[in-house]
């Protein structure tokens, strides 16, 4: 499975679509999303999500992703009923969400 990590916004020295309006991303190894896509297998799980491992996208189509400042981990499979809101992405894997103090920060001024 693949784990793509900390993409950034950047402007490739040849544009391959001829596009100005195009908006261009890579990986913190230098790779760029547009190839990347191509590299998922099609029926599995594509999980985006930000440096503190929270998921903010769950697809099977990695097309539809544009993981600026975001990183995206190929999986499998989630469960039918799988909370992205529940869990989080530790070290390439999909762990149990405990809340951290921002977390309990937040839910104190909801309140």
């Known amino acids: 499975m693949k784990h793509y990590k900390n993409f950034t916004i950047y402007k490739p020295e040849v544009n391959p679509f001829n596009n ?3 908006i261009f991303c890579k990986d913190e190894n230098g790779n760029d999303w547009y190839n ?3 590299t998922f297998q099609p029926d599995t799980v594509k999980l985006m999500y ?3 491992g929270n998921i903010s996208s769950i697809t099977k189509d990695a097309s539809g992703l544009f993981p600026n ?3 995206v981990l190929e999986v499998e499979k989630v469960e039918e009923d799988f909370d992205q809101f ?3 992405i ?3 894997k999909i762990i149990v969400r405990v809340p951290n103090e921002n977390d309990i920060r937040n839910t104190r001024n909801d309140m």
Request: hydrophobic share 30%; glycine share 6%.
């Open 20 to 22: 100005d309006t195009i």
């Open 36 to 38: 990347l896509v191509k």
């Open 50 to 52: 930000d440096k503190e």
């Open 69 to 71: 400042d975001l990183s």
């Open 86 to 88: 529940k869990y989080r």
């Open 90 to 92: 530790v070290d390439g």
